[in-house]
């Protein structure tokens, strides 16, 4: 409670001040409505925004998923080699560097133009990929230099060296890098979805979309406020993790 009491009240406070702002300057519900306004939008389309909610964080989870496979995979096989790793690592800050706007259309064509969840869950992992890439290098080099020469001591081979010693080193840096690839899986994502142009994918973009070309700001808000529960609750399931590892390390 005295983590969650001073956020839950200034958001409270935040809200106040917005809803008495907006009835005591007589605001256009068009350009910013008051949140009583964005709470009805949540409950009268509560079943498409739900169902949109549903599909964007189906697409970010998958591209988390993939990220974390290709990522973390990478990661360990050049974490073996130096060589290797002088290669792959400027290719990977490369693609983190190149904007996802940028490459999209590529993607959009190379998964076909009928299948643009594909393109949205390979752009949100592109996204997501250097983060838990370089977070999991990072780990596997942060290893205790005396541990390191105790291993070279008794002739410990590679394999030996990353179970034993260096994937256990690098767990907290794997967990920070998936803490912050959750969040910008949800980001690609929905970008992913705003790029391709189709709705398709029925995901959150498309209904933001939907909305602002009506001027519907209300439903704006209230989707804009799922995307960001869905951003905390991929943050929190990371931070649990990482709670419950640290207790079974301990």
């Known amino acids: 409670m005295t983590r969650l009491l001073p956020p839950l009240l200034l958001t409270a406070l935040l809200l106040a001040a917005w809803e008495i702002a907006c009835r005591a300057l007589h605001v256009p519900v068009w350009f910013l409505p008051p ?10 389309r509560a079943p498409v925004l739900a169902a949109s909610a549903a599909a964007t964080f189906w697409m970010a989870t998958q591209a988390l998923i993939v990220a974390s496979l290709l990522g973390g995979g990478l990661a360990l096989i050049v974490s073996l080699s130096r060589p290797a790793e ?45 983060p838990l890439f370089s977070g999991v290098l990072t780990g596997l ?16 081979s590679p394999v030996q060296r990353l179970i034993r010693l260096r994937l256990p080193a690098a767990l907290s840096f794997m967990l920070e890098g998936l803490r912050v690839a959750s969040g910008l899986a949800v980001i690609g994502a929905v970008v992913a979805e705003f790029v391709s142009g189709s709705g398709a994918t029925q995901g959150l973009a498309w209904r933001l979309l939907e909305a602002g070309n009506r001027l519907r700001t209300a439903d704006m808000l209230a989707a804009l406020v799922l995307l960001m529960v869905m ?20």
């Open 35 to 44: 949140p009583s306004a964005v709470v009805l939008s949540l409950i009268v």
């Open 86 to 130: 002088q290669a792959v690592r400027p290719l990977a800050v490369a693609l983190q560097v190149t904007p996802v706007v940028a490459i999209a259309p590529l993607v959009l064509i190379w998964t076909g133009l009928d299948h643009a969840d594909r393109a949205v869950v390979a752009l949100a992992a592109a996204v997501a990929f250097f």
């Open 141 to 156: 080099k942060a290893a205790d230099p005396d541990l390191e020469r105790l291993f070279d001591l008794y002739g410990a």
């Open 231 to 250: 951003g905390l609750a991929l943050n929190a399931a990371v931070s649990a993790l990482e709670r419950a590892v640290h207790r079974r390390n301990l």
